[in-house]
Every structure is written in C-alpha cells, then in structure tokens.
C-alpha cells in the first residue's frame, strides 16, 4: 500500500477531495470505462482500484482507505440480480449496510463514504455519481478523522 | 445458587465416573474477588471444586474449538474427546453458532445448561468505590453483594446494579441446548428495553461520539484478551496479527487502535451472543459492548434472526434477501 498521506491537504487554497472508489469489474469498471471511451468528463479526483466482485471488498478496505488519508471512499458494484457470480453483491450489500452504520456510530462523517450500483452501460450516470460524490466530499472539507499519523515503516 | 452447585457438582462427578465425558469444564474460584477462572475436571474429585455463582462471566464455549477440533499436523483419524460443559444461555447460543460454523462437532459434547440470572461486571463494581481497589466481595441473602477496598472502605450493593450490561438486558436466562438442565427456568424479561445504551449514544451529536470512542480505544494496550475471551474468535490467523496486509500497525497510533475495535466488532456481525466475556476480560475497562451492540443492533433490526437460537437458520451474512434494505446507499 503507498503512503497516501502524503500531500494531505488542508482546506482552502488549492484543496482537492481525493477519493478512492472500489469497482467491480463486470459493471462499474466497466460503467467508467464506458465514461471514458464515450469521452464524458469527469474531475480527476478519483482513484479507481478494480475488484473482481463487490463481494471481494472487504468492509475493512473502507477503513484503511479512510486511515491512509483519503477524504472519500466511493464502492460500487452489479445492481441486485445482475452480479457475475450471481449473488456476491447481495451477500456485500448486507457488509457494507453495517459498515456504513458502524463507521457514523464512532463518528466518521457519514459523508465520506458512499455506495451505489453501476451497470455497464451506466456511462453517463457514473459521471453524474463522481460529480454528487466529489462535490459532497469538497463540502464537508479535508478529512481529519480515523488518520495515521505516524508514519509506517516498510 | 449454590443448590444449583451441589447438584452440578454431583452430576459432573457421576458422568466422569460413569465415562460419558473425558473431561469437564466449568468454573472454579479466582484468586481476585469477583473474577472465577475456568476449571477443567477430569476425576470425580476434580468436580469438587467446581462454583457456579454470579462471578462466572466467561464464556467456556471459546474453550470448545481447541479440545475438539483435529490438532494441525495430526495424522490418522481424529477422535476428539468426550466433552463436558456447563453453559448457561449465552453460552449455549455460542455453541449452537460454533456448531453452524462447523467448528465444533455435537456429538462429541455433553451439555449441562444451567438457567442463569446475571453476572457481575467487577468494572461496575469497582468504579462504586471511587478510585480505591477492589479487594474483597462478598455475596449476602438476598441477591446483595458487599465490597470492600483497600482503603477499608465497604459498600453494599443490589446484585442488579453491578450486572453486566448484557445481563441487564439479557432474553436467554436458559440454555437453548442442552442434554440435561439442572435448576428451574428463569422466564424472559420481555418488557426490558434492549439496545437502549446503543440508542442513547447513537443520539449525541456526531463530534461528541468521535471523543467518546477516541477516548474508549486510547486505553486499549492490545492484549487482545477481548479476542481470546471470545468464543468466535477461533480464526487461526486473526486479521489483527496478519502482515500481508497489515491491517493494524505495530504503533502507538490511535488510527491502529481504531482500527482494530472496528475490526473486532465488525468480525462479530450476526455472531455475538452479548455475553459480555469480552467486557469481563478487558484488563482496562473498556466498553467493548458499544461497538458489540451497535452491530447487533443492526444485524437485529436490518436483517431480524435471533442470534444462537437455532440450529438450522443460518447466520445473518452467511445468507440475503433481494428486498434488503439499501437505505444506507448514495444512490441504489
């Protein structure tokens, strides 16, 4: 994992949200993809990270993301019914619904992390999502919570 | 109480005798007042220093996997033991989850279930007398406990205000499996508000939860007695030990702290009984049934089941719903 501290940034002058987004690689990945090659634009704040299944995103994935600096996690995956291995997203959907609730309980702003379902042929609304999810995350400002501040030996 | 370790004692030492266990566990007396430790008896003597009283807060279904399970590296065939337990409700439910996991085998256990009416939280107890230890506990008639410190000073107390949290809010007095039960059913409370301390905190304002929990995990020292208390924990490799990757930092950051309460409460989804061994086990007092409860909660009222109670419902994430609640969703 790099350190993705690095180059945190403060809100103000020059602070762009960095979001990191977990997509699957039958439909989300391919809903962006989709985005690309239809030359939709969407701001650059997004780092994509490709899992073969939304059910391969371990809910401990969101946390070390949000540890490691990033002020958004963004995870997508099949819509119900349509995942490739028939039912990974409905057994994640259960995880991730915990997850969200547990990370607002100790106090992580709800904000931070979203989920929604792409298919691919979603292009356009996946541009739309990274626009709602990028503009909410700006609103809310640089994350300060749940952030390693010690810097990790490798 | 102790007409119900007479005849626990009496029934242990007659199927030692008679060869329907190897061995035997249950609780004995602890060296420090309020704690008991886990005894395991293998002679019908042995049976004789077996307690069962309102100190006996952990959960022996966490014992189960070891003795059971096919030692790694064992060649031939396996035949685990004989084993005896006593469970009360919770504990009964832990082994009813650790039978659906497949950890432990039915056959190979004799389960006495005893009804149980709460345990001690010594944390509770303790803080009752200020900032001096706990030296001396004493049950009295009537369900009164008195305690004394090292500064002499005593305090008696209703048994019901020192109970775990669990307990208070506890729906299974009585062992939901068992091959004998010994003393009378105690009836469910059913007008007891559950989840109450979970709707109290989920209340406050955000920013105050995050001091709450920062200030809850920064006491942790990672001993991970919380884990070894646990009767899920039976992961041969726990996500907090692992290197590649390393989920939790060896560091004094409080990130790697947090990191590993979520961690911990998020592996006890649709699994944790609230028996509270974890609360009872943590050396530092921390209220790990916060975050227990919270998941509970949720597995409870998302996708309903009665964590335990059954043989056949599988867990609630080893099974979906294509009506699950997507509320949680940005945009479904």
């Known amino acids: 994992m790099t350190d993705l501290t690095k180059g945190r940034g403060e809100r103000g002058a020059g602070w762009e949200p960095r979001i990191v987004a977990f997509l699957c690689n039958w439909c989300s990945y391919a809903g962006a993809d989709l985005a690309g090659v239809s030359r939709i634009q969407y701001p650059p704040n997004v780092r994509v990270i490709r899992v073969p299944c939304s059910g391969r995103i371990n809910p401990l994935f969101i946390v070390k993301a949000l540890q490691s600096g990033m002020d958004g996690v963004l995870v997508s995956g099949c819509h119900p019914g349509d995942c490739h291995y028939i039912s990974g997203n409905l057994y994640a959907r259960r995880k991730f619904a915990l997850m969200k609730s547990l990370l607002e309980y100790v106090g992580i702003e709800p904000e931070r992390v979203h989920f929604a379902w792409v298919s691919a042929a979603e292009g356009i609304r996946f541009a739309e999502l990274l626009l709602g999810v990028i503009e909410t995350v700006r609103e809310i400002g640089p994350a300060t919570r749940m952030i390693k501040e010690i810097e990790t030996v490798r | ?332």
């Open chain 2, 1 to 332: 109480m102790s007409e119900i370790q007479e005849q626990l004692r009496r029934r242990v030492a007659e199927l030692l005798r008679e060869g329907t266990v190897d061995l035997f566990i249950g609780y004995a007396d602890a060296s420090v007042p309020l704690k008991s430790s886990v005894h395991v008896a293998r002679s019908a003597q042995d049976a004789e220093a077996l307690v069962w009283n309102a100190c006996c807060t952990s959960n022996l279904a966490a014992l189960l996997p070891d003795l059971l399970k096919r030692p790694s590296g064992f060649r031939g065939e396996w035949t685990p033991p004989r084993v005896g337990v006593v469970a009360k409700g919770c504990v009964s439910r832990s082994i009813v989850g650790l039978i659906k996991a497949h950890q432990i085998p039915r056959d190979a256990m004799y389960i006495i279930g005893v009804s149980c009416g709460g345990m001690v939280d010594r944390h509770r107890a303790s803080r009752l007398l200020g900032p001096a230890e706990l030296v001396e506990a004493e049950f009295l008639k009537g369900d009164r406990l008195r305690l004394r410190a090292t500064n002499g000073l005593e305090r008696e107390v209703d048994l019901a205000e020192v109970l775990l949290g669990g307990c208070r809010e506890c729906g299974h007095h009585n062992a939901v499996l068992a091959d004998e039960s010994i003393g009378d059913p105690i009836p469910p409370d059913d007008d007891i508000a559950r989840f109450a301390d979970v709707q109290a905190f989920a209340e406050r304002p955000i920013e105050e939860r995050w001091q709450s929990f920062q200030e809850e995990v920064s006491r942790c020292i990672r001993c991970y007695a919380c884990r070894e208390a646990c009767p899920n924990c039976y992961c041969t490799e726990c996500f907090a030990q692992e290197t590649a990757p390393q989920w939790i930092g060896v560091t004094t950051d409080l990130s790697d702290l947090m990191l590993f309460h979520i961690g911990r409460a998020f592996h006890q989804a649709g699994r944790c009984v609230d028996c509270g061994a974890c609360v009872a086990a943590c050396p530092q007092g921390i209220d790990l049934r916060l975050l227990n409860q919270k998941v509970n909660h949720d597995v409870k009222s998302l996708f309903g089941g009665d964590v335990g109670a059954s043989l056949d419902e599988p867990e609630p994430l080893m099974r979906f719903e294509m009506t699950d609640d997507e509320g949680f969703m940005t945009e479904p």
